[in-house]
């Protein structure tokens, strides 16, 4: 699998060399150089195959020979060892929960493959490979709990001091062997900062293996497109074939992938990006103008983007034509109090009680609906478990959330977090262990 720049076609890079840089240096994102179409025949017959099968066929249609197939099977295996069910809640809508994973969210479906696969792609006499990333939240604990036990891997997580909620600090802290956090004085954006200008001292560079975690890594958005077959075949199974995906976005990384499988070959009637009031894909859609906003928060915080980063691999995947966008993408904007209310609507009319991430996805879907009449099958993507998100749920429908055992095991865990100031000489003096 050989790869370009959306900034420059011409340029190639081997699938490892995107995967350890994750940025090309002209700023675009790295896409595959061919998007594979897999066989009509198997795409008919999906329900014959289980979750593993799927992604394993996808994935080696996208990656090719960068691995070798016995590495790439036993990293699927070992990574997406928890289900993607679709739920039917009525007649032609059904959800399909992403948030079984170790981190009860979607981002285990990344995290969990990028880290398989980085450790597969570096030699056996390579140094320890020094993952750094910085966190809100839900990606911390995704990429800690995705690296945990990889061998010849070490990931330093920076998270703000007391702006991460209980559950996700209990996440990230808890977790020894080669996951380690840093409780920063300061804000998130203070611990982007310290990671990136240890990305860029030249003495860290040259003492360590240093590697981002980061979202917009092609090996994060590669196992994003498998839940989309396979949510496929379990509407076969129901006898469903046309389906329409509500995805609740923020940097546009989980409908990319949906995008993505579509082009693979994945029959999907339509797309709904569904957006909180950070709405730049929205407007655009509706304009043609693309202009991000500095972002607003919201209830749904992990979709709180601006500028969408993997917006230019959405449009690169259609040629950079709008018109050929809008075909297959329909958006929607949930405002604080719409999202507050399709809590309340789930759970009144399904007993159903979703994230409100979760919730804004639903609520695009019910507005498609009812302008788009038609037999076909609505599927939203769940992306959290509600348990993440307790303050923004009213009593009633608080007590009917059950707590998983990948939170409740987390109870009583002694937290475990280096504090620091925002301090470039500290950071750095821990990262070459001189302090
Ligand atoms: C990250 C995240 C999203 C947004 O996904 P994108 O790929 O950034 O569009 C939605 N919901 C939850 C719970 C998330 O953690």
């Known amino acids: 699998m050989q790869l ?71 990293i699927i295996d070992d990574a997406i060892d928890f289900e993607a069910p679709v739920r039917p809640l009525d007649s032609g809508l059904a959800v399909l929960e992403l948030f079984h994973g170790p981190s009860l969210a979607f981002k285990d479906f990344g995290a969990r493959f990028m880290s398989r696969v980085m450790a597969a792609l570096s030699h056996a006499d390579e140094r320890v490979l020094d993952v750094l990333v910085a966190t809100s939240g839900d990606t911390g604990g995704a990429v800690a709990l995705g690296f945990l036990g990889v061998p010849g891997t070490r990931v330093t997580i920076l998270y703000p001091k007391g702006k991460v909620s209980p559950v996700q600090e209990l996440q990230l802290t808890t977790n020894g062997q080669n996951i380690r956090a840093v409780e920063i004085n300061g804000t998130f954006d203070d611990c982007q900062a310290l990671v990136k200008e240890a990305f860029n001292d030249p003495e860290l560079k040259a003492a360590l293996r240093l590697t981002s975690a980061n979202s917009i890594n092609i090996a994060r958005l590669i196992p994003q497109t498998f839940y989309y077959f396979y949510a496929y075949a379990q509407l076969q199974i129901q006898g469903l074939d046309e389906v329409v995906f509500s995805v609740p976005s923020g940097n546009f990384g989980n409908i990319g992938a949906g995008l993505l499988a579509c082009k693979m070959g994945l029959p999907v009637k339509q797309f709904i990006a569904a957006t909180n009031v950070n709405d730049t894909v929205p407007r655009f859609l509706q304009n043609g103008r693309y202009e991000p906003r500095p972002s607003v928060q919201t209830l749904a915080n992990a979709m709180d983007v601006g500028n969408p980063s993997n917006w230019v691999r959405i449009m690169d995947i259609f040629d950079n ?98 504090p620091m100031d925002v301090d470039f000489g500290a950071f750095k003096r821990y990262l070459l262990d001189v302090s």
């Open 4 to 74: 370009y720049s959306t900034n420059n076609k011409e340029l190639r890079v081997s699938f490892k060399d995107a995967v350890f840089n994750s940025l090309p240096e002209d700023k675009g994102l790295y896409m595959p150089e061919n998007i594979p179409t897999l066989d009509a025949y198997f795409i008919q017959n999906l329900s014959r195959y289980t979750f593993q099968d799927i992604a394993f066929r996808v994935a080696s249609a996208l990656i090719g020979d960068s691995l070798p197939t016995s590495d790439l099977r036993r």
């Open 321 to 418: 034509d709008p018109e050929a966008l809008k075909r297959l993408v329909s958006s929607y904007t949930v405002t604080d109090a719409e999202t507050r209310e399709a809590i309340r609507l789930l759970f009144d009319r399904y007993g159903y009680v979703a994230c409100p991430h979760t919730a804004i996805a639903w609520q695009a879907a019910d507005w498609y609906r009812a302008e788009h009449a038609g037999s076909y099958a609505t599927v939203f993507l769940s992306t959290a478990h509600p348990c993440k998100f307790p303050e923004v749920f009213p009593d009633d429908i608080a007590t009917r959330i059950s707590i998983p055992s990948q939170v409740s095991q987390l109870e009583g865990r002694e937290k475990q977090a280096r």
